[in-house]
T-cell receptor, first 108, second 117 residues
């Protein structure tokens, strides 16, 4: 069974305080690992796709990395507008399995 | 504007009264999918469709039906809703780059909040 586990469940940071979110997943049959951002009351917004161990992608203050068992979303010098729930998901074909998300709050 | 639309956005109904939530996309995407989101359980895939007349079950299909008669539309049907189907529902669509999973750059709709009494 495909599984995705995210940690921590919630994270509070001060503006400018860098940190990382973790996503661990079942390895078997992995074809892609995705990161999404979700704001309250809205649908998830696509951020990154990673396909193979060692791959990295960046967008503004966010950088996603992938190892054989985990993915990390690094947030460098976050701003209050980065506050959101960050979702990790994996696909082994046409089905997509999400983690429960990490709720990030960045205080000014 | 490229978008996925869902209707209605909010719905209160009673147990057993059939309902349909519509989903439409204007991006000519092949792949469409329905999810439900519940506190503590995250987003779970209900059904997906890789093209017209091609649908398949996700992780939680019980109590739901779908159809894909046109490329742009993918309605979610609850034949006999029950209180445990109270949830926030999202429709999503995406195209497929050659050799890549369908879910890359998946666009989500705004969500439909359903309460079944």
């Amino acid at each position: 069974e495909d599984q995705v586990t995210q940690s921590p469940e919630a994270l509070r940071l001060q503006e400018g305080e860098s940190s990382s979110l973790n996503c661990s997943y079942t390895v078997s049959g992995l074809r892609g690992l995705f990161w999404y951002r979700q704001d309250p009351g809205k649908g998830p917004e696509f951020l990154f796709t990673l396909y193979s161990a060692g791959e990295e992608k960046e967008k503004e203050r966010l950088k996603a990395t992938l190892t054989k068992k985990e993915s990390f979303l690094h947030i460098t010098a976050p701003k209050p507008e980065d506050s959101a729930t960050y979702l990790c998901a994996r696909t082994s074909g046409s089905r997509l399995t999400f983690g429960e998300g990490t709720q990030l709050t960045v205080n000014p | 504007e490229a978008q996925v639309t869902q209707n209605p956005r909010y719905l209160i109904t009673v147990t057993g009264k059939k309902l349909t939530v519509t989903c439409s996309q204007n991006m000519n995407h092949e792949y469409m999918s329905w999810y439900r989101q519940d506190p503590g359980l995250g987003l779970r895939q209900i059904y997906y469709s890789m093209n017209v007349e091609v649908t398949d079950k996700g992780d939680v299909p019980e109590g739901y039906k779908v159809s894909r008669k046109e490329k742009r539309n993918f309605p979610l049907i609850l034949e006999s809703p029950s209180p445990n189907q109270t949830s926030l529902y999202f429709c999503a669509s995406s195209w497929r780059l050659a050799g890549r999973p369908y879910q890359e750059t998946q666009y989500f709709g705004p969500g439909t909040r359903l309460l079944v009494l």
